[in-house]
């Protein structure tokens, strides 16, 4: 597809980043949420969907995103309005146990308690599947919700990578709810978008 066709979620706007759970907005937009490690990709995806450089303030200090950040998607075309939410990241190895555990919890804590439609699982597809990432994909699977797992920074890799990983995860059964995406050069975006459209 080209670029030109991707239909990119426009004018979206920043409503604000919430410390915890009990703050965040209470009424009955679709919520699409999006989380992963940290230095994942999640804020460069988000501004990637979104065809803007720097929405959700990526930034070179992984670590960054500590709060729960709201955004607002207006409606377009015959989908309605949305909001799309860039959680903190977890596993970030420089941050206290204290603070690690703390993001953690605010994470599951939104996982658990906010009603959201579909959860888009950031990997960095040069990294395996880590504990954290295999309880988020269990949880989705128990409790039924639907979740894409987004293999990011593919342009990253090598013809040969990509094949191995692209086996790897047909074996494990998960290529049905996964997507390669780079944010950089806009591969697995209007699929990405395709499914964020169907589930809300
Ligand atoms: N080459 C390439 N680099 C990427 C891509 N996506 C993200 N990056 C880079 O990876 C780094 C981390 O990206 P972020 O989007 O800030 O990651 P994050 O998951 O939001 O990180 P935290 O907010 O710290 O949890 C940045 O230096 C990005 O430029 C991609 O698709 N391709
Ligand atoms: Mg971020």
């Known amino acids: 597809m080209k670029r030109t066709d991707i239909?990119?979620?426009?004018?979206?706007?920043?409503?604000?980043?919430?410390?915890?759970?009990?703050?965040?907005?209470?009424?009955?937009?679709p919520v699409v949420a999006v989380t992963g490690r940290s230095n994942s990709g999640k804020s460069s995806l988000i501004s990637a969907l979104c065809d803007t450089r720097n929405l959700a303030r990526t930034s070179q200090n992984p670590g960054k995103t500590r709060s729960l950040n709201y955004f607002r998607?207006?409606?377009?075309?015959?989908?309605?309005?949305f909001y799309l939410v860039d959680l903190p990241g977890f596993g970030f190895a420089k941050l206290s146990q204290k603070e690690r555990q703390h993001l953690r919890k605010m994470v599951d804590d939104f996982l658990i308690r906010?009603?959201?439609?579909?959860?888009?699982?950031?990997?960095?597809?040069?990294?395996?599947?880590?504990?954290?990432e295999e309880g988020i994909i269990d949880f989705c699977?128990?409790?039924?919700?639907?979740l894409i797992l987004a293999r990011s920074k593919w342009d990253m890799l090598n013809q040969s990578q990509r094949a191995k990983h692209t086996k790897a995860w047909e074996k494990s059964g998960l290529a049905e709810i996964t997507i390669p995406v780079s944010s950089t050069k806009a591969v697995g975006l209007e699929e990405v978008l395709r499914r964020i459209r169907n589930s809300i």
């Open 73 to 81: 998607v207006p409606a377009q075309q015959e989908r309605g309005e």
């Open 141 to 146: 699977a128990r409790s039924g919700q639907r």
């Open 114 to 132: 906010i009603n959201w439609n579909v959860l888009i699982l950031v990997l960095d597809a040069r990294r395996d599947i880590g504990s954290e």
């Open 7 to 29: 239909p990119f979620l426009r004018n979206v706007e920043y409503v604000a980043s919430f410390p915890s759970v009990n703050d965040c907005p209470a009424d009955d937009l």
